[in-house]
């Protein structure tokens, strides 16, 4: 996969959500380093689409499920159903056999509901009666969260927020760029105009490329160094877990791929340390009413962490 098919599927998904390149480059990363994604942001911003029309650009099945308080875990994974004629349980796969799912307003379902989505997460599987049945590959879940000031929603806890490898924030549109929504939509929905321009095995071998891209010494005790300070910040009651330096090590690589680099540069590593630690950092009560955000923290860390000189291999 040449970084040439990866303008190609970033600049096709541009033509469905407009003006937020960096947010798309973002989540290609995040498809192409193995991992998750989680969006937390206000309705009518386009998380569905962009979810959408990543399948589409990349040729992918989409599935989605719309999490309520009353959905069931075997709502999300299937379950099995006792067939008269063979005498025999049969499994009926649920919708998270995709390769692209969307969680929509995963924090609207009970915690036993958004737990269904661990194994599927984590070990690319669903368990059932005993026998483990894979997610088709490449498995890519993009979660959406509602903030959590509104009504009706659940805390996300921080085993399953640990799973997503970043969150973002898609945002308002600015004034011109929302005049060139309602422009493109005139007569029909951007997302009815375009087509794939890669294969998944363009994904799948993208994901192999991805794990060679060379990453130093010297960066990755930079990112261990960045993570460790969360653990040790007087604003902080937790910090992040080595699954947050591992998901930085491979979005970085991921990053530099999309770059046309083969190394990863400390700018990189500064670029991606807010979406990828954000989710995963609690602050202390007297901090979070002093008006402090998870942002300014990592902030603070990277002007006291010394940012190593890159070496190339």
């Known amino acids: 996969m040449s970084k040439k098919i990866i303008e190609q599927l970033i600049s ?65 994974t299937g379950v099995s159903i006792y067939n008269q004629k063979t005498k025999e349980f049969e ?19 009970t915690p036993r509901t958004q737990s269904a989505l661990l194994e599927c997460m984590e070990e690319r599987q669903v368990t059932s009666d005993g026998i483990p049945r894979f997610m088709p590959s490449p498995f890519f879940v993009i979660a959406t969260q509602n903030p959590i000031e509104q009504q009706g929603v659940y805390h996300l806890p921080e085993a399953q927020l640990d799973r997503f490898m970043i969150r973002l924030s898609i945002g308002y ?28 095995e363009d994904i799948l071998h993208a994901h192999n490329i991805v794990r060679d891209i060379y990453v130093d010494e010297s960066i990755r005790e930079y990112i261990v160094s960045l993570v460790e300070a969360t653990r040790a910040h007087e604003s902080l009651i937790l910090g992040g877990s080595p699954r947050a330096s591992i ?49 300014e923290v990592i902030s603070d860390i990277l002007q006291k962490i010394p940012v190593p000189i890159a070496r190339v291999r």
């Open 91 to 109: 499994f009926r796969e649920g919708p998270v056999f995709a390769n692209i799912l969307l969680a929509d307003e995963l924090n609207r379902a």
């Open 12 to 76: 096709n998904m541009e033509k469905v959500i407009f003006g937020k390149t960096e947010e798309i480059r973002h989540v290609v990363a995040t498809l192409l380093a193995g991992g998750h994604i989680l969006i937390e942001d206000v309705p009518g911003v386009g998380k569905t689409y962009l979810a959408r029309s990543l399948a589409l650009s990349i040729g992918g099945e989409f599935k989605r499920i719309q999490f309520t308080p009353d959905l069931l875990p075997t709502d999300v």
């Open 173 to 200: 549109p600015k004034h011109f760029i929302e005049m060139d929504i309602l422009d493109a939509q005139k007569k029909q929905h951007p997302i009815e105009t375009i087509n794939s321009v890669c294969k998944m």
């Open 247 to 295: 998901s930085l090590y491979r979005m970085s690589q991921a990053m530099a791929f999309i770059n046309g680099a083969d190394f990863v540069l400390p700018d990189v590593i500064k670029e991606l340390a807010k979406p990828v630690l954000r989710h995963r950092l609690i602050l202390k009560p007297q901090a979070r009413l002093g008006g402090l955000t998870p942002d």
